[in-house]
């Protein structure tokens, strides 16, 4: 069909050649469409009134487009991209092993982080108010040894205070003094107190992973197919663990099967996937985890979307943010 | 099977999904190649099989007045491809890998194998040239001469209008000639 020759057309044809598939390129190509067509047909055949994996995957398809609008106005830093980036993401994942470490060597990642914490009215001598919150921003500094064994170091910085009377009531009673604020605190793990949930049992296989993790979420009180649980678990995967490369290809994966928008990190290489839900205390939130171009997790936000009248707190508040710098391997207990 | 078209197909497969394999063994061949043409052939064949589970997931929304969906799927393989380059940014440069044309010359017959170890030669400082296009132009260039798409179906894969796809190829190739010298 080819209408002209043109000299640049020759070009690039003389340059790129003829390819052609191999074998197992079309029996790769073939199995993965008859695994989707697999899926479709399943989930039809399911029907709705049973929630599962599958009614998730297809109501992940419906909302996306709505969902990434919304992430764009409430999150301010996303701009929408196809949901297939994260399946380029996952097979990232399972190409990038965690750094080797050998004797004396350490495994280094830093991270900062903003938790929002809460404590009873009375601990401020505030007995009038049940709970109050504020702001509270670590530096952490971890490393982990040839064995698995963790030493971390904590600083604690100066909280941030929603209300002028809770911060004078904060110092007044000493509880800086209880946060540790000012302090870093030493600590040493083994390993498999930290370890998340036993995360080298976790699946490799996505479908097989992704009904642990509904068992799992379910385990701890809520609907098997929530989707913001199962976002945390899976940052909970991800985020300090010694997952192995093909578990976090399956979570990222997973991730993409979930109800969650996907777009492309602005001014640097990487994704974000955000999931709004009502979380753990019963308030509507937006999740937003961001990976590096490495397939790392490199930043977790939760963002509160509603006015919390009762703790003062504003719609748009950031109650986690953390942010994590990829793994590195150092020849000493000093920070690189 | 065999005479409908790729839209009658399209749409049976609506009601039963294993129809859209027919679709797979028309076409894989030419979108694995326009594909690994864009990005050499070691992603090739993982981007041409998304392209089909892809499609398949948005069949619903073919259009079935068109009788043939190559430009479709092509449309879907130029997206996929576009992602694939900015997710892998350190190995953009591979619009046309050189390397692997290079052992394909060996297998060709003398006067081609000169052709192509020339053009193999002029690979990086074409990469550079494409990489200067605009990226509508560098489609329009690419779907015709590397997708080996008419002007009809490229209007039809970008959803611009024929001229429109007349325009950005003539500018496509004069700038590349400018930035090509022979």
Known sequence: ?336 | MGDLTDAEIIAASLSDGSEFSVVFDRYYDTVYKYVARRIGSDAAGDIASEVFTRAFAVRHKYDTSRPLCRPWLYGIASNLVRDHLRRQKRRSRAYLKAASQEEAAHDAPISEAEARASAALMAPLVNQALGKLKEGDREVLLLFALGELSYEEIATSMAIPIGTVRSRLARARRRMQELVPE
């Open chain 1, 1 to 336: 069909m080819i209408a002209e020759a043109h000299p640049v057309d020759t070009l690039l044809r003389g340059i790129t050649g003829e390819p052609s598939p191999t074998h197992a390129d079309v029996l790769g190509g073939r199995r993965a469409l008859l695994r989707a067509i697999a899926t479709e047909s399943q989930r039809s055949t399911r029907g709705v009134s049973v929630p599962s994996i599958w009614w998730r995957r297809a109501t992940a398809v419906l909302s996306v487009a709505a969902l990434v609008v919304a992430a764009v106005a409430v999150a301010g830093l996303l701009r929408p991209q196809p949901v297939t980036a994260l399946g380029d993401l996952a097979r990232v994942a399972e190409q990038v092993e965690a750094p080797a470490i050998s004797s004396g060597e350490y495994r280094y990642a830093g991270s900062t982080d903003v938790t929002l914490e809460f404590r009873a009215g009375s601990e401020l001598g505030l007995d009038e108010r049940d709970t109050v919150v504020y702001l509270l921003p670590h530096v952490r500094d971890r490393w982990v040894d040839e064995a698995g064994s963790i030493h971390e170091e904590l600083l604690t910085l100066e909280p941030r205070f929603f209300d002028p009377d809770v911060e004078a009531a904060y110092y007044a009673s000493g509880v800086d003094k209880a946060d540790r604020v000012g302090e870093t605190v030493v600590s040493d793990f083994a390993q498999e107190s930290l370890t998340v949930f036993g995360v080298r049992e976790w699946p490799t296989d996505t479908d097989e992973l992704l009904d642990a993790m509904g068992v799992y979420v379910s385990s701890q009180g809520n609907d098997v197919d929530a989707t913001g649980p199962l976002v945390e678990l899976a940052a909970d995967l991800l985020r300090w663990s010694s997952a192995t490369p093909e578990l976090r290809s399956a979570v990222i994966e997973a991730l993409g099967t979930l109800d969650v928008e996907v777009t492309e990190r602005i001014d640097v290489d990487g994704l974000a996937v955000a999931v709004t839900f009502v979380d753990v205390s019963g308030i509507r939130s937006r999740l937003i985890l961001e990976f590096d171009e490495d397939a790392n997790l490199v930043r977790e936000r939760h963002v509160w979307l509603e006015d919390v009248p009762a703790l003062g707190v504003p719609a748009g508040t950031v109650v986690l943010d953390s942010q994590l710098s990829p793994g590195r391997v150092v020849g000493s207990l000093h920070r690189p």
